[in-house]
Nanobody, 126 residues
């Protein structure tokens, strides 16, 4: 079992920045990849990005590439999502997820992830 708790969401103006955190507990944090997803009202859950077990490889959705950065601190059992140049269309509930598979490829489909946090709301005003 893996427990995930997000924090850092809030209200920010367009062009601003936020950093989300996701604290993990349960299994050895460095043994699994982590992903971030978001879901806006009335829309399907959307892949934001993912980071490998050691943090050396990342993958991003085109919509956030160049603006968002994922990192992890395995000593603190935490993954981060730094969001810059935020836009109103980034408004959503953001969730972190753990991929416990042995695959080295970073997954982008929600079904590839095994455990999820409860989510944190990010609202970007225009």
């Amino acid at each position: 079992q893996v427990q995930l708790v997000e924090s850092g969401g809030g209200l920010v103006q367009a062009g601003g920045s936020l950093r989300l955190s996701c604290a993990a507990s349960g299994r050895t944090f460095s043994s699994y990849a982590m992903g971030w997803f978001r879901q806006a009202p009335g829309k399907e859950r959307e892949f934001v990005g993912a980071v490998s077990r050691g943090g050396g490889t990342t993958k991003y959705a085109d919509a956030v590439k160049g603006r968002f950065t994922i990192s992890r601190d395995n000593a603190k059992n935490t993954v981060y999502l730094q969001m810059n140049s935020l836009k109103p269309e980034d408004t959503a509930v953001y969730s972190c997820a753990a991929d416990l598979s042995s695959s080295l490829a970073l997954a982008h489909r929600p079904n590839d992830y095994d455990f999820w946090g409860q989510g944190t709301q990010v609202t970007v005003s225009s």
